[in-house]
Structures are given as structure tokens and as C-alpha cells.
């Protein structure tokens, strides 16, 4: 398997983790078109913190106060330029952010720091960036929070930041106060670690690091180096692609909602974190027509999503059956060339694995969408002939290799 470790040793931030990610070699092009879409072209650089050397992301980003769904609007923008799975974790990152906000400051309209450009982009930089080194899971070590005081636009604040507290609050991530004071991580920090942590604090056993990479922050301290250390790792595997991963289980049975509130539901469900989610119709009690809804979720999200089925579905109870096991394949997300009517087009397409050769292609649907409406065609056809020309290129590859 093909693992990530974070090790925010001095903290994290938003700006930090994008650069760390990039330093280990994830699509710098990818990265930096997603972030132009939603404010302005980023500045990267090389940077030395004491004695490390690090990369330095500078959003070139303005200050600005926006509410959720301003901020979700904004995230439109890069719809074209990034993958549909990392714009939707962008879209769960702020959902975290939101839901702190909130916590501790009361229901209220606006974001503060979070709804600027800057944290617009960081965010998207970021998911953007884990999701082109498509790994299989990814751990975060210990995170240091700093402590003290520090100011922001309400005042003066304990460290960590109650936002920040209120992200990891309800999480497996294990924090520390660390030798020196000072906010080292930011709520944007938090809930990036938090959203991309897949594995359990325990050890994952033994590894080879396969690449390294760091990521600086803005300020540059003489007594120790201002930088999040991220590590692509191996480990070892059994020869089967095929993975074991446990879920939770949620279902809760409806006959008053319609199919709009359905939908929307479903969309919710898959925004917050689910796996999977699906309406199957059923016969209910005294004949009456409905629907069993289903949501896989990690443990850890699953209250979380009960809460949102219940709100969005108007139930008053959610079943939950803990730790069903799945296997799933591997699977990675990649670009090809698609030419259709005489314009070619760099194209994401899902791929599935079985014992290393790939039996499964499958288009992105919302770039797909995109590019029909441009092109004037049915969204089906261009579905068809993305996936057409990924299996071209499966069938162009040495035998065995697996790749496209």
C-alpha cells in the first residue's frame, strides 16, 4: 500500500500542508490551476527554515469576509480545474470549518479569517494536491498546537484557537501544547488534517519512505524550523489489490419525502463525508410505498451524518450497524487525452485495479457535464468517449503493465 504520514511536529497550516504535498512531488501544474481558479495565481518557492529546506506557497490572496454559501459558490469556480473527488473534500473542509464556527461563535452569517482567498485557495491547493499523488491512506502524527494568546478579528484568544479545539474535538488526531509559544495550528490546519486522516494514531508497521517533502510557513523563527513534514511511504503488501476497510452502516426507512429532498439528501450525505449513499424503494409497514436510505460512513463520521439524515429527512431514528467490512479494489483517478469533434482535452477517469492489471475505466462525471454543455452534445456520448479512449490507451500499454 501507498501511505501518507503527516508529522505537523511544529504545527500546521493551510499554506504548509499544500507546499509539503507539492515538495513530494503531487502535480505542481494541477495544483496551481486549481488555486488560480478561486483567487489569484500562486507564488511557490523554495524557501530554507532553519536549515530545512522547505516549499513556500503564497496565495498572493486578499482578505474578505464571506458566508458558507458565498464560499461554496467561489469553490464553483473551480469546478473545470480541479477533480470532482478533491472539490468535493475542498467542499467538506469548509463544512468542518463552518461547523466550529459556529460552535463557538453562535449561528452567524459570515466566515472571518477561513472566507478569504487565501484560505479559499489553501484548501483547494490542498485537496487538490492529495488527491493527484492517489494514495491509500494517509495518517497524521501528533499535531502541536503552540500556547498562549494570540489576536484575531474577535480579540484576543486562548491556544489553541476555539475553532481549531472545536475541529479536533471528536476526532482520533492527537495533539500537544509542544516548547513554544504561539499559534502553530490554524482552524484551516485542523480541519485540512482532519478531513484527510484515514488511519488510526497506532502504528501502521513497518515502511519504506519513498519520498519526503516539506512545506514552510510564513514566518521563519531562529529556534526551530517552521515547516510541516509530509512522507509518501510503502508498505507491504500481500500480491492482492483488493483491501479490507471497515464502515459503519446507516439506513432509516421514508414514505413522506419526495424525490427532490431525496436527492438533495443524497448529495448532502456525500458532501459530508459518506462513502456511499443510495435510495432503494421498498413496501413499508401497511403497504405504504418508500424508500430504505443507505450511507456507508467511516466510524468516525457516522454521528455526524446520522444527525444530518435525520435533519435533512425529517426521521426520527437512524439505524446504525458498526463495523461492516468491505473489500475494495485500487483504485487511482488519472488524466488522458480525449479528442472529440477535432478538440482534445486532458480528461480524469477512474481506474480499478485487480492484481495489478485494470478492469475497470470510468469517466468523471462532472467534467464530463462540463465539456458536453461546451460541446453542444449529450452528456452520455462524451461519458462514452472518454471512457473509449481510456480503454485505447489500456490496450496501447505492454501487456501486464496495468497502466494506461
Known amino acids: 500500500m501507498r501511505l501518507l504520514i503527516f508529522d505537523p511536529f511544529h504545527g500546521a497550516a493551510g ?21 488560480a481558479a478561486v483567487a489569484a495565481e500562486p507564488l511557490v518557492t523554495t524557501v530554507t527554515r532553519a536549515g530545512i529546506r522547505a516549499t513556500r506557497v503564497d496565495t498572493k490572496a486578499t482578505p474578505a469576509h464571506r458566508t458558507l454559501e458565498e464560499v461554496m459558490e467561489r469553490l464553483d469556480l473551480a469546478v473545470p480545474h480541479m477533480p470532482a473527488p478533491a472539490l468535493a473534500m475542498a467542499r467538506r473542509v469548509f463544512g468542518r470549518l463552518h461547523a466550529a464556527e459556529e460552535e463557538v461563535h453562535g449561528a452567524h452569517v459570515h466566515f472571518h479569517e477561513v472566507g478569504a482567498d487565501d484560505a479559499i485557495a489553501d484548501i483547494v491547493g490542498a485537496c487538490t494536491a492529495l488527491h493527484a499523488l492517489a494514495v491509500d491512506g494517509v495518517k497524521v502524527l501528533p499535531i502541536t498546537l503552540g500556547y498562549g494568546t494570540a489576536t484575531g478579528s474577535h480579540g484576543v484568544f486562548p491556544i489553541p484557537a476555539p475553532a481549531t479545539a472545536a475541529i479536533l474535538k471528536g ?13 502553530l495550528c490554524t482552524p484551516t490546519g485542523a480541519a485540512l488534517l482532519a478531513e484527510f486522516s484515514t488511519l488510526d494514531p497506532g502504528a501502521i508497521g513497518g515502511y519504506t519512505i519513498q519520498a519526503t517533502g516539506y512545506g514552510a510557513g510564513s514566518r521563519d523563527p531562529r529556534y526551530a524550523p517552521n515547516v510541516l513534514r509530509a512522507m509518501l511511504v510503502g508498505t507491504t ?4 489489490d483488493s483491501k479490507q476497510d471497515t464502515v459503519d452502516l446507516l439506513e432509516t426507512n421514508v414514505d413522506d419525502v419526495s424525490g427532490e429532498v431525496i436527492a438533495h439528501a443524497l448529495a448532502r450525505f456525500m458532501e459530508a463525508g459518506a462513502r456511499d449513499a443510495s435510495a432503494v424503494p421498498v413496501i413499508m409497514k401497511k403497504g405504504r410505498p418508500g424508500f430504505l436510505i443507505r450511507v456507508l460512513s467511516l466510524p468516525e463520521t457516522s454521528a455526524n451524518l446520522a444527525e ?7 426521521s426520527l431514528g437512524i439505524r446504525c450497524i458498526p463495523a461492516v467490512h468491505r473489500f475494495i479494489a485500487d483504485r487511482t483517478v488519472e488524466e488522458i487525452p480525449v479528442e472529440i469533434n477535432g478538440e482534445t482535452r486532458q480528461m480524469p477517469v477512474k481506474l480499478g485495479r485487480m492484481h ?6 470510468k469517466a ?3 467534467p464530463a457535464r462540463i465539456w458536453a454543455r461546451e460541446l453542444g452534445l449529450p452528456v ?17 500499454s ?3 503493465s496495468g497502466d494506461l
Do not use: N
Request: aromatic share 6%; charged share 25%; glycine share 14%.
Open 15 to 35: 499554506d504548509m500542508i499544500t507546499g509539503a504535498l507539492l515538495d513530494c512531488g503531487a502535480d505542481r501544474q494541477a495544483v496551481t490551476r486549481a488555486m
Open 356 to 361: 495489478g492489471r485494470i478492469y475497470l475505466v
Open 364 to 366: 468523471e462525471f462532472d
Open 171 to 183: 476526532t482520533s488526531l492527537v495533539a500537544m501544547p509542544g516548547d513554544h509559544a504561539g499559534e
Open 398 to 400: 505492454p501487456p501486464g
Open 380 to 396: 452520455r456520448d462524451v461519458v462514452r468517449a472518454i471512457e473509449a479512449a481510456g480503454w485505447d490507451l489500456q490496450h496501447k
Open 308 to 314: 444530518i439524515m435525520a435533519f435533512e429527512l425529517g
Open 237 to 240: 503488501g500481500t500480491g492482492d
